[in-house]
């Protein structure tokens, strides 16, 4: 296995250098999509690129939102060779000492999606608990499994293949409906999962760029077509239940 750290950042750049600084010493190459950032964000990547050998920066022009960076960061991984991304928030929000656990699970377990798990504290918001516990609940019905802890949480390892041959067939969204979106279509595909609990904390000076109104609204769109889509697959879905089981 060949895995490599992705982070998808849109203007972070008073956070970004401490999470690369706490990825310096896990000897993997980093992606950085700037989902068109302001100059001041642009020029705090630009010189950690040059500061660190094992950093790579792509710009894109305009913001295009989460899911869309994702897609830029997953084509220019597999482009340069590597099998699987980790991927990261830019806010600092995940323990950057849980990325061995991923390559462990990684090499494991080569064709599975690992998704962390949030352990959080009292810092999480509970408007962020409460939309994930419905979140939680709409994916298991929607995959007709109890595999998926979480879909929500950023802190993730992607295998590149059938994700990127899963984006060839299927319109995906391109903010943060993304996320929750590919793990239901990569369960639907057959991707085994992995769960690994994760620390999660929420700066109180953190900047978030999810939106309450309008990307819950997104993310309820998914749920409701997944619905249906479920309704049409379920008869496959049953009886891949049932052969694991047997």
């Not at 950032?37 to 020029?43: A, F, P, W």
């Not at 369960?187 to 620390?199: D, E, F, Q, S």
């Amino acid at each position: 296995m060949n895995p490599c750290l992705l982070i998808p950042i849109y203007d972070h750049k008073d956070q970004i250098r401490a999470v690369l600084d706490s990825l310096a010493g896990f000897g993997l190459r980093c992606i950085v999509v700037d989902d068109g950032s302001g100059i001041e964000t642009r020029m705090v990547l630009d010189a950690a690129e040059k500061d660190y050998s094992w950093l790579e920066v792509y710009h894109r022009d305009i913001n295009g939102g989460r899911g869309a960076a994702l897609v830029s960061g997953y084509r220019l991984a597999a482009k340069r060779g590597f099998s699987h991304a980790i991927q990261l928030d830019a806010d600092g929000q995940h323990d950057a000492r849980d990325v061995p656990r991923f390559v462990e699970a990684i090499d494991a377990n080569p064709d599975a999606l690992v998704l962390g798990t949030p352990i959080f504290d009292e810092s999480v918001p509970k408007s962020r608990l409460y939309g994930r516990q419905l979140s939680r609940f709409m994916v298991w019905l929607t995959t007709l499994s109890l595999d998926v802890s979480d879909p929500l949480c950023g802190f993730r390892g992607i295998p590149l293949a059938p994700a990127l041959g899963l984006l060839e067939r299927v319109e995906m969204g391109s903010h943060m409906e993304f996320d929750p979106q590919l793990v239901i279509q990569l369960c639907w595909a057959g991707a085994p999962v992995v769960n690994l609990p994760t620390r999660v904390v929420y700066a109180a000076e953190g900047l978030s760029h999810f939106d309450l109104v309008r990307d819950n609204l997104r993310l309820i769109g998914v749920y409701i077509r997944a619905v249906g889509g479920m309704l049409l697959r379920s008869p496959r879905l049953l009886a891949r239940r049932a052969s694991s089981t047997a």
